[in-house]
């Protein structure tokens, strides 16, 4: 059987710049868990991650500590 290629769902040059806004403190663990997922460890504090479903899933758990905006390469 031959070997299959990755397929993503990523369009190439599609970036997301992802800043965090509010503290983690106080919030469950699982939200700080994904913060430092994306990358996120204080406020002001910016990552450029890949477009892809499985960030965007991380995005929306968090939507209310992070500001987030498209970049095209």
């Known amino acids: 059987m031959p070997a299959r290629a990755a397929k993503t769902n990523e369009q190439p040059g599609a970036r997301l710049v992802v800043t965090q806004t509010r503290s983690a403190i106080g919030s469950k663990p699982k939200h700080r868990g994904t913060l430092r997922a994306l990358g996120l460890r204080g406020i002001g504090q910016s990552n450029e ?11 929306a758990r968090v939507p209310h500590l992070i500001s987030v905006e498209e970049v095209s390469a």
């Open 49 to 59: 991650l890949p477009d892809r479903p499985e960030i965007r899933g991380m995005l």
